[in-house]
C-alpha cells in the first residue's frame, strides 16, 4: 500500500524559502506522476508542481512558476518541492500526491491522483 508523508512546513516572512519533502513508503515503478497540491482556506485545491517518474519531465502552476522547483531525490521515493520568494498568497496546506497514470496532459489536475498526503502547513507573513 502507498503511503506518503509530508514535512518541511512552517512559518516564515515573505520572500523567504521552505523546502518541502514528501516520503512515498510501498513505492511502485507504476507510479506516473508524482505531484504538489496546495490548499487555502475557502479554495478549491490547487495543482503546482508535478514531475513525470519516466521521463522527469516538470509541469508548473503559473501561479509559482520561476519560484518553486519540484525535484525527486537519489530514492525515487522521495519527492521534494523548493519555495523560493514566498508571497503571503502562497499561505495553504501544502499536500503531495501520486497516480498511476503514463501519460497525461493534465498533469496539475487533482481529479488523476489516488494516493494523497495528509498535508503540512506553509505560512507566509507580510
Known amino acids: 500500500r502507498v503511503q506518503l508523508v ?3 512546513g512552517g512559518s516564515v516572512q515573505a520572500g523567504g524559502s521552505l523546502r518541502l ?4 513508503s510501498g513505492y511502485s515503478d507504476s507510479i506516473g506522476y508524482m505531484a504538489w497540491f496546495r490548499q487555502a482556506p ?8 508535478a ?5 522527469g519531465t516538470t509541469s508548473y502552476a503559473d501561479s509559482v512558476k520561476g519560484r518553486f522547483t519540484i525535484s525527486r531525490g ?13 508571497k503571503p498568497e502562497d499561505t495553504a496546506v501544502y499536500y503531495c500526491a501520486t497516480n498511476i497514470i503514463y501519460s497525461t496532459s493534465r498533469p496539475l489536475s487533482a481529479d488523476l491522483y489516488n494516493r494523497w498526503g495528509q498535508g503540512t502547513q506553509v505560512t507566509v507573513s507580510s
Request: one cysteine or more.
Open 74 to 86: 537519489s530514492a525515487k521515493n522521495t519527492l521534494y518541492l523548493e519555495m523560493n520568494n514566498l
Open 51 to 55: 514531475i513525470r517518474t519516466t521521463r
Open 6 to 8: 509530508e514535512s518541511g
Open 42 to 49: 475557502g479554495n478549491q485545491r490547487e495543482g503546482i508542481a
Open 21 to 24: 519533502s514528501c516520503v512515498v
